[in-house]
């Protein structure tokens, strides 16, 4: 079993930046591929950013590209989202997840076999 702890989301006016941090625990962190979801009010869980489990390779979704920077620390077993030049439309919950030898090319949701809980980030305007 793997357990993702997401932590660093908070209120931010826009054009702000924060950095929200998930911590895994339970298996070994470096064989898992590393996903950022987020979900606004009424809409569905969306892709954000992953980190292949090699490190080496990132997908964005177009609209946070330039914006966010996806990475991860293996000696913290912890993976980072780096949100700079926030918006409005960047209000969601924000969920990391992990699969196992997950490539950057894991980009739905149902792909995903372990999640944490969230963590809710509001932009103000």
């Known amino acids: 079993q793997v357990q993702l702890v997401e932590s660093g989301g908070g209120l931010v006016q826009a054009g702000g930046s924060l950095r929200l941090s998930c911590a895994v625990s339970?298996?070994?962190?470096?064989?898992?591929?590393m996903g950022w979801f987020r979900q606004a009010p009424g809409k569905e869980r969306e892709f954000v950013a992953v980190m292949s489990w090699t490190g080496g390779r990132t997908t964005y979704t177009d609209s946070v590209k330039g914006r966010f920077t996806i990475s991860r620390d293996n000696a913290k077993n912890t993976v980072y989202l780096q949100m700079n030049s926030l918006e409005p439309e960047d209000t969601a919950v924000y969920y990391c997840a992990a699969k196992f030898m997950g490539w950057n090319t894991v980009l739905t949701s149902t792909e995903y076999n372990y999640w944490g809980q969230g963590t809710q980030v509001t932009v103000s305007s």
């Open positions: 339970g298996r070994t962190f470096s064989n898992y591929g």
